[in-house]
């Protein structure tokens, strides 16, 4: 395993039993004993998936999420939700939300996708953006998510490419949960605790994190 990063693991505040652990309660670490258990490095996980985030290991600046996975054959979208707490009703809160949509067009260009992004904060979604943008979210095609905090805003990379920056709307250190659910196949989820190199002007820096190239084949 890269050293300064954390994995994904099965454990549960009243499991011991890796046979036994509810997969909704999976956590985003791997303690070293469950490493054996892992057969394979692309274990498809389930969705939804809840991920939580250890107190150790909070996406604060300098920190990044690291989403491995595959976007479905003839997806309609796909999203993913740092949120505050657990709970599905009443809505969370929600520090950022990041929804492609994808438009089943002949016409449209292949890679072009409808990109929602907004914050639940106090009751009310805010800041809500929404662009069609071309990114390398494609059907088929497999890919890796980075959302890097920064001091004041998420900024959020697909295959080592800046596609947009969201500024913070709530104290990012307040997030423990990672909420994925659609149209997409999911492999790792990991957070970088490695520091995060600062961005230079006109230039992607993930590529001095984005280690992990994942197969186009099915």
């Given at each position: 395993?890269?050293?300064g990063?954390?994995?994904?693991?099965?454990?549960?505040?009243?499991s011991?039993?890796?046979h036994?652990?509810?997969?909704?309660?999976?956590?985003?670490?791997?303690?070293?004993?469950?490493?054996?258990?892992?057969?394979?490095?692309?274990?498809?996980?389930?969705?939804?998936?809840?991920?939580?985030?250890?107190?150790?290991?909070?996406?604060?600046?300098g920190?990044?999420?690291?989403?491995?996975?595959?976007?479905?054959?003839m997806?309609?979208?796909?999203?993913?939700?740092?949120?505050?707490?657990?709970?599905?009703?009443?809505?969370?809160?929600?520090?950022?939300?990041?929804?492609p949509s994808?438009?089943?067009n002949?016409?449209?260009?292949v890679?072009?996708?409808?990109i929602?992004?907004?914050?639940?904060?106090?009751g009310?979604?805010?800041?809500?953006?929404?662009?069609r943008?071309?990114?390398?979210?494609r059907p088929g095609?497999?890919?890796?998510?980075?959302?890097?905090?920064?001091?004041?805003?998420?900024?959020?990379f697909v295959?080592?490419?800046?596609?947009?920056?969201?500024?913070?709307q709530?104290?990012?250190a307040?997030?423990?949960?990672?909420?994925i659910?659609?149209?997409v196949?999911?492999?790792?989820?990991?957070?970088?605790?490695?520091?995060?190199?600062?961005r230079?002007?006109?230039?992607?820096?993930?590529?001095?994190?984005?280690?992990i190239?994942?197969?186009?084949?099915?």
């Amino acid at each position: 395993m890269v050293k300064g990063y954390r994995n994904l693991s099965y454990t549960s505040t009243w499991s011991k039993d890796f046979h036994t652990i509810p997969a909704e309660w999976l956590r985003i670490d791997i303690p070293s004993k469950f490493l054996k258990h892992v057969s394979s490095p692309q274990v498809q996980l389930t969705l939804p998936f809840y991920g939580r985030i250890p107190e150790e290991e909070k996406l604060t600046d300098g920190r990044a999420l690291r989403i491995e996975g595959r976007v479905r054959l003839m997806p309609q979208s796909f999203s993913v939700a740092l949120q505050r707490g657990f709970c599905i009703w009443p809505q969370p809160t929600v520090s950022l939300l990041f929804r492609p949509s994808f438009v089943r067009n002949s016409h449209v260009k292949v890679g072009k996708a409808i990109i929602t992004r907004s914050a639940f904060i106090n009751g009310a979604w805010v800041n809500r953006e929404v662009s069609r943008l071309h990114t390398h979210l494609r059907p088929g095609k497999a890919f890796v998510i980075i959302i890097a905090c920064r001091k004041q805003c998420y900024e959020l990379f697909v295959n080592s490419k800046l596609l947009l920056a969201f500024k913070h709307q709530m104290n990012p250190a307040d997030v423990d949960i990672v909420n994925i659910r659609g149209d997409v196949k999911l492999w790792n989820i990991v957070v970088e605790s490695a520091k995060v190199p600062q961005r230079k002007s006109g230039r992607s820096i993930m590529g001095h994190i984005s280690r992990i190239r994942l197969n186009d084949n099915e």
